[in-house]
């Protein structure tokens, strides 16, 4: 089992819908959690982090439930420019794991 | 701009050449770590340096070598390249061992012919 699982996608939405993504993790003494963004041939870049009460930045909302150990990301009102793939990265020991990324295109 | 340079951007090699893909940061990291990316896998880790003078093996080790040259540079050495290293390269750094924000080199695109 990977440590970090995440749907592939491609999830194609129309601008202005709302599309949630959702990653698991096997390692349940994990201790932090982001997402990131990787824009086709680019580095990845923080997203945001995910903490246990959820947080929110702007049209972005991250959830974590560790007892089921997942990890959600919320994108409302989705733009052309969120076009992009997500990535959810756990923390091991001592370095970050990252999922293989969830893949997202918004249509006009 | 304060960041993680890498280079070459991109290189071809025969098989069999070696190479040395470079990486330093600006930013005072103690960490730095080497990943490579292909289709379908992922992001995959090499080598790390949790901090100046040390090295550790990730999940992919076999056939790079890593250098910690300071706390800047972290390269990355490809001593007999072959067709299954073609990949994208990605050096990162963070400030504490596997904390947040890892920042990213912009890769180097590898292809071993």
């Known amino acids: 089992r990977k440590e970090v699982e995440q749907d592939p996608g491609p999830f194609n939405v129309p601008e202005g819908a709302t599309v949630a993504f959702n990653c698991t993790y096997s390692n349940s003494a994990s201790q932090s959690f982001f997402w990131y963004r990787q824009d086709c041939r680019k580095e990845p870049k923080l997203l945001m982090s995910?903490?246990?009460s959820g947080n929110e930045d702007g049209r972005f909302t991250a959830q974590l439930n560790r007892a089921s150990q997942y990890i959600s990301l919320l994108i409302r009102d989705s733009k052309l420019s969120d076009s992009a793939t997500y990535l959810c990265?756990?923390?091991?020991?001592?370095?970050?794991?990252f999922g293989t990324g969830t893949r997202l295109q918004v249509f006009p | 701009n304060a960041g993680v340079t890498q280079t070459p951007k991109f290189q071809v090699l025969k098989t069999g050449q070696s190479m040395t893909l470079q990486c330093a940061q600006d930013?005072?990291?103690?960490?730095m770590y080497w990943y490579r990316q292909d289709p379908g896998m992922g992001l995959r880790l090499i080598y790390y340096?949790?901090?100046?003078?040390?090295?550790d093996k990730g999940e992919v080790p076999n056939g790079y070598n890593v250098s910690r040259l300071n706390k800047r540079e972290f390269s990355l050495r490809l001593e007999s390249a072959a067709p299954s290293q073609t990949s994208v390269y990605f050096c990162a750094s963070s400030g504490m061992t596997g904390g947040d924000g890892y920042t990213f080199g912009s890769g180097t695109r590898l292809t071993v012919v």
């Open positions: 990265v756990v923390r091991g020991t001592d370095k970050l794991i």
């Open positions: 930013m005072n990291h103690n960490s």
């Open positions: 340096s949790a901090s100046e003078g040390t090295t």
């Open positions: 995910v903490y246990s």
